[in-house]
Every structure is written in C-alpha cells, then in structure tokens.
C-alpha cells in the first residue's frame, strides 16, 4: 500500500510541478527525482506514515492554490483533520498554507464616503472549519480512551520503566 501511495506522491509532485508553471518534461522529471532521487522510495518499501502524510500535504497545496469554493474549502478542512490524525506535526506543515488560504479569503475594502477601510471575509472559510472538525473530534476521543484527557497527546505522557532491568530502574 504504501509504494502505491508513492507513486501517487510522484504524480501528484508532477502536478504541483504543471501548477507552478513547469511544462510536462519538467514535471515528469521532478516527480521522478521526488521519487528515486530523495529516501522517498526507500520510505516506500516499509509500513510509514510518511507518504501518506505527504499525499496530505500536496493534495492541501493543490486545493489552495485552486479555486475557492465550498468543496474545496471543506476538503482542505478535511485534509487538516487527517493530517493531525497522521502525524501530529503534519498541522503545523500545514500552518502556511492555511495562512495563505485564509488571507485568499480575506479582503480591505475602502469605503468611497468615509475613506475608511472595512475588512471582509468569504464565508465559505467556515466550511474549512467544518470539514476539520469531525476529524478533531476523533482525535480528543482517542486521546480520552488513551490518556484520560481530550487534549493530552499519547506522546507526551512519557515511558514505563517496567521492562527496564532492576538496576536501571533504581
């Protein structure tokens, strides 16, 4: 599963490649070189969430530089939520493209009378919100079945010492 999801990843290299200008050649060779050049086939042929996390995370950048609707919107809420569900750093990678996609809805107006400016946002951001939320909701459930707290991470409550040897226990 996960070398196929690699070789999704190429071709999805390749169309971040054609979105930022490159021609098809140029697009087929960066995703090529993603895929045999960098440890990112190497990572394919064990059990990781890293290409999955990487599908994430060039599927977001897709969706961002795309249109705005409400579709598009939601699916990058969604692919947020999956990302935290992935690998807990994942919402952190996909900080900037959020900054950039809420600032793409986002607008000053000056009003002509007053000379003021009056700031606007498209309400469809909030179908980023909503598309996220499920997924969030997950989370603090799992973490609850986990830790015994919705916001305390599994990562963060530290290691047994229980299969250590008595001498290192002291």
Known sequence: ?????????????????????AKSGAALLSGLIFLFATNA??????????????????????????????IQAFAFGALVGIGALLDIPNPMLLAP?????????????????????KLAFNL????????????????????HQTTGSYTLIGQNIGRSNYFDSAEKQR
């Open 41 to 70: 086939f190497a990572y394919a042929l064990t059990l990781t969430q890293h290409h999955l996390s990487i599908t994430v995370l060039l599927l977001s950048f897709l969706i961002v530089t795309g249109r705005l609707g409400v």
């Open 124 to 143: 469809r951001i909030i179908a980023v919100l909503i598309g996220i939320l499920p997924f969030i909701a997950f989370f603090g459930w799992y973490n």
């Open 1 to 21: 599963f996960t070398t196929i999801v690699a070789f999704i990843n190429m071709f999805l290299v390749m169309a971040v490649a054609k979105r930022l200008g």
């Open 97 to 117: 493209l959020g900054i950039y996609y809420a600032l793409r809805h986002i607008s000053l107006i000056r009003q002509s009378e007053s000379g003021k400016l």
